[in-house]
């Protein structure tokens, strides 16, 4: 939960409205969940919409910056593969 809200706090300045920040963060929600189908349908239900509208703006014409969203995604991976990583070599020092 808190990785999730710091990626979507990194993600802020990539949009140019905060309200599609929120439903992008919704959206994001939806992906990760524990939800057994993804559709269009279930996504939209599980951000809280009853139609999938607000969703398919979000992907089709939303004004965002997609190349700063991935730059932002790749350093919030690289950071958790590092510290992944400085666990494990902890462990294994700590296990010898």
């Given amino acids: 939960m808190r990785a999730r809200a710091d ?3 990194r993600l802020w300045s990539c949009f ?4 599609t920040w929120q439903h992008a963060g919704r ?3 939806a992906l990760v969940s524990e939800i057994p189908k ?3 349908w279930t996504i939209a239900e599980h951000a809280g919409d009853r139609t999938t509208d607000r969703t398919q703006r979000l992907l ?4 965002w910056d997609a190349v700063a ?3 932002q995604v790749r350093r919030f991976v690289v950071a ?3 510290a992944a990583a ?3 070599r902890r462990a294994a020092t700590m296990g010898s």
């Fill in 7 to 9: 990626l979507l706090g």
């Fill in 16 to 19: 140019a409205r905060t309200q």
């Fill in 27 to 29: 959206y994001l929600s």
């Fill in 38 to 40: 993804r559709n269009g």
């Fill in 60 to 63: 089709n014409r939303a004004v």
């Fill in 69 to 71: 969203a991935m730059g």
């Fill in 80 to 82: 958790g593969l590092d």
């Fill in 86 to 88: 400085r666990r494990a």
